[in-house]
């Protein structure tokens, strides 16, 4: 980054820039202007096309819950780039939070899916639309997992033979049970929410899709960072169905094979845990 690339955003007065702490995928810059201040998100040798997955999922979720908003998109030099507004943070209440969750999910559509797949480091995830998240699910996620396992050679025939029993268990109760597809963040750790100056709870860097809610809030119970008033919120608007805990590990299972594959073994154990209980 420098002063010749910056000054191509397609905005004025700039004052200063700097980079700021932004995940481990996009570098990322906080850009002061007269009058405005800009989060933007860089993924260098990449088409500005890579950021449609963020932007579309940003817009809609931002129709009912704050998520920073895009304000351009596009390649500068070769890089493509994301320039959204900056959001100051400060504290909230969790039950806010859970309550605007809930809000988010009783948002349906009539498949699972969405518009665009998503580009995360080398993985890109399938978001073909489906009528069936049994389809959706076991084909487009977790068999995607357990294959790039293989390739990256964190995967065994034990682990294989757990992932087997995993699946089919998830095949045979989704086989009798229906799925509104909800409108997902995606990636729902801690690291992806932050309450604004004013307390509003706010998502970022959404992983967004149409799905079974269960998949969003089986993220909440890995990391931490969601408190049961969370969840007391959630349930006076959306209840969850009975038996919720009980599904939570082929969901869990999804998000700690990613990191397995990113990662390596630092999340084997986690990973073999969740397909032991199968």
């Known amino acids: 980054m420098n002063q010749e690339w910056i000054t191509q955003l397609p905005i004025k007065n700039i004052i200063n820039y700097h980079s700021v702490i932004g995940g481990d995928i996009n570098e990322a810059y906080k850009i002061n202007t007269v009058d405005h201040a800009y989060f933007l998100k860089v993924q260098p040798q990449k088409k500005a096309e890579y950021f449609d997955h963020e932007r579309a999922g940003l817009e809609e979720l931002g129709k009912v819950i704050n998520t920073p908003h895009p304000k351009a998109q596009g390649q500068i030099n070769g890089d493509a780039y994301l320039l959204l507004n900056w959001i100051d943070s400060g504290s909230g209440l969790q039950s806010d939070l859970g309550a605007a969750v809930a809000k988010m999910h009783l948002v349906h559509n009539n498949k699972f899916g969405f518009a665009f797949n998503h580009q995360s480091k080398v993985i890109t995830k399938n978001n073909h639309w489906q009528t069936s998240w049994l389809k959706f699910y076991s084909e487009q996620r977790l068999d995607m997992i357990a294959q790039l396992a293989k390739e990256k050679h964190v995967w065994s025939d034990d682990r294989q033979a757990g992932?087997?029993?995993?699946?089919?268990a998830f095949i045979d109760f989704y086989s009798s049970h229906e799925v509104t597809p909800s409108l997902l963040h995606g990636d729902l750790w801690s690291g992806n929410y932050l309450f604004s100056a004013d307390g509003t709870p706010t998502l970022i860097d959404p992983d967004a899709l149409y799905g079974d809610r269960e998949y969003d809030l089986a993220m909440t119970t890995i990391f931490g960072g969601f408190d049961q008033s969370f969840y007391d919120?959630?349930?006076?608007?959306?209840?969850?169905?009975?038996?919720?805990?009980?599904?939570?590990?082929?969901?869990?299972?999804?998000?700690?094979?990613?990191?397995?594959?990113?990662?390596?073994?630092t999340y084997g154990g986690s990973v073999d845990r969740i397909l032991n209980k199968f």
């Open 233 to 265: 919120a959630y349930n006076q608007i959306y209840p969850l169905d009975a038996g919720f805990e009980d599904r939570l590990p082929w969901y869990q299972f999804y998000y700690l094979g990613f990191h397995l594959i990113l990662f390596g073994e």
């Open 163 to 168: 992932f087997d029993r995993m699946r089919l």
